[in-house]
T-cell receptor, first 113, second 110 residues
Framework: KQEVTQIPAALSVPEGENLVLNCSFT??????LQWFRQDPGKGLTSLLLIQSSQREQTSGRLNASLDKSSGRSTLYIAASQPGDSATYLCAVRRSSTLGRLYFGRGTQLTVWP | DTAVSQTPKYLVTQMGNDKSIKCEQN?????MYWYKQDSKKFLKIMFS???????INETVPNRFSPKSPDKAHLNLHINSLELGDSAVYFC?????????FGSGTQLSVL
């Protein structure tokens, strides 16, 4: 069974810092990996999706990397802003497009001005 | 235009009651999901439908019954509600790659 772990559980940084969120998974046989953002009282928003054959994806100030063999992914946020404050969740999909997603418990990020 | 909409946003009810949560997506996706987020924010899949067919049915009490009248709708009916059912329930739809989530239904069972 796939287990997804995210470290740290919470992170508080001043505005402008570059930061790294970590995600690890136990079964490297994944189809893809997604990073989501969840704001309080809201649903999840997909940030980046990395296919199992890819090493990284970038969107604006966000960069996600994937090392499938070691079961790890990182989400790098450059020049953090208070608007980045949210919970960031990592999810891995196994086997196929219809395979289930396994979620980590998230990293709660606070960026203070 | 909301891509995945679910109603109601809040649901407060007594133990033993039966309630439904509705979900609709206008993205044209074939696959829809129900997820449960517990008090510790852990998200776990409950059900998945592809073109109105059940494809994922996690270990969920049979008091929970999903219904998909068409591929744009996936409703969740819960019988005989229990205190432990209190959680946030998220509907989602997918194109086989990314998932798009509704804003959640916070269910409180008293």
């Amino acid at each position: 069974k796939q287990e997804v772990t995210q470290i740290p559980a919470a992170l508080s940084v001043p505005e402008g810092e570059n930061l790294v969120l970590n995600c690890s998974f136990t079964d490297s046989a994944i189809y893809n990996l997604q990073w989501f953002r969840q704001d309080p009282g809201k649903g999840l928003t997909s940030l980046l999706l990395i296919q199992s054959s890819q090493r990284e994806q970038t969107s604006g100030r966000l960069n996600a990397s994937l090392d499938k063999s070691s079961g790890r992914s990182t989400l790098y946020i450059a020049a953090s802003q208070p608007g980045d404050s949210a919970t960031y969740l990592c999810a891995v999909r196994r086997s196929s497009t219809l395979g289930r997603l396994y979620f980590g418990r998230g990293t709660q990020l606070t960026v203070w001005p | 235009d909301t891509a995945v909409s679910q109603t109601p946003k809040y649901l407060v009810t007594q133990m033993g009651n039966d309630k439904s949560i509705k979900c609709e997506q206008n993205l044209g996706h074939d696959t829809m999901y129900w997820y449960k987020q517990d008090s510790k924010k852990f998200l776990k899949i409950m059900f998945s439908y592809n073109n109105k067919e059940l494809i994922i049915n996690e270990t969920v009490p049979n008091r929970f019954s999903p219904k998909s009248p068409d591929k744009a709708h996936l409703n969740l009916h819960i019988n005989s509600l229990e205190l432990g059912d209190s959680a946030v329930y998220f509907c989602a739809s997918g194109d086989g790659e990314k998932l798009f989530f509704g804003s959640g239904t916070q269910l409180s069972v008293l």
